[in-house]
T-cell receptor
Framework: AQTVTQSQPEMSVQEAETVTLSCTYD???????LFWYKQPPSRQMILVIR??????QNATENRFSVNFQKAAKSFSLKISDSQLGDAAMYFC??????????????FGKGTKLTVNP | EPEVTQTPSHQVTQMGQEVILRCVPI?????FYWYRQILGQKVEFLVS????????KSEIFDDQFSVERPDGSNFTLKIRSTKLEDSAMYFC????????????????FGQGTRLTVV
């Protein structure tokens, strides 16, 4: 079974600075997807960024980018120019690409990000 | 922008009572999911549903749980006899395609239903 590990329960960053959230995962599959979800105090899950495992190029979405290291099974999220609205829980998630029913997202325990003004 | 809608936002129920949590997935989506998040813990998969049947379920999803798509728009999660440990945030999600292409497999989440069992 796949597992996702987020080793940083909490992180803090100064407004306008850059912060990196870590995520590692374990799988025997070669094709899969990785996601970062944001959960603000409202508790809704919002997709931040996604990465397909077969793509070598790291995904970027405005101020959010990932460092995907497939061999190391590492998928970190970098937030540049941090804003107060970035404060939230961030969850790393894995999804198999095999199909046939294995569509569920496997989440890490989350990292609580605080942005200081 | 289309969104997944869940009702109610908060439900309080007595232990042993039945509850039904409701979700309206995005209209052209075909794959539906329920997840649970106990306060302060990670989000856990409960069940996935496609073509009017369960495609996968977790160990959490025991005989006390059931899902249904009673019409063309709603997707419900029923807990037959609630326990204190069922208190959690329940998220519904939907996606429009399985398999290849992350863009097509993105799961859109609803805002959640907070279930409190007393």
């Amino acid at each position: 079974a796949q597992t996702v590990t987020q080793s940083q329960p909490e992180m803090s960053v100064q407004e306008a600075e850059t912060v990196t959230l870590s995520c590692t995962y374990d799988t025997s599959e070669s094709d899969y997807y990785l996601f970062w979800y944001k959960q603000p105090p409202s508790r809704q899950m919002i997709l931040v960024i996604r990465q397909e495992a077969y793509k070598q190029q790291n995904a970027t979405e405005n101020r959010f980018s990932v460092n995907f290291q497939k061999a190391a099974k590492s998928f970190s999220l970098k937030i540049s120019d941090s804003q107060l609205g970035d404060a939230a829980m961030y969850f790393c998630a894995y999804r198999s690409a095999l199909g046939g029913g294995s569509e569920k997202l496997v989440f890490g325990k989350g990292t609580k990000l605080t942005v200081n003004p | 922008e289309p969104e997944v809608t869940q009702t109610p936002s908060h439900q309080v129920t007595q232990m042993g009572q039945e509850v039904i949590l409701r979700c309206v997935p995005i209209s052209n989506h075909l794959y539906f999911y329920w997840y649970r998040q106990i306060l302060g813990q990670k989000v856990e998969f409960l069940v996935s549903f496609y073509n009017n049947e369960i495609s996968e379920k977790s160990e959490i999803f025991d005989d006390q749980f059931s899902v249904e798509r009673p019409d063309g728009s709603n997707f419900t999660l029923k807990i037959r006899s609630t326990k204190l440990e069922d208190s959690a945030m329940y998220f519904c999600a939907s996606s429009n395609q399985r398999g290849q292409g992350a863009l097509n497999t993105e799961a859109f989440f609803g805002q959640g239903t907070r279930l409190t069992v007393v």
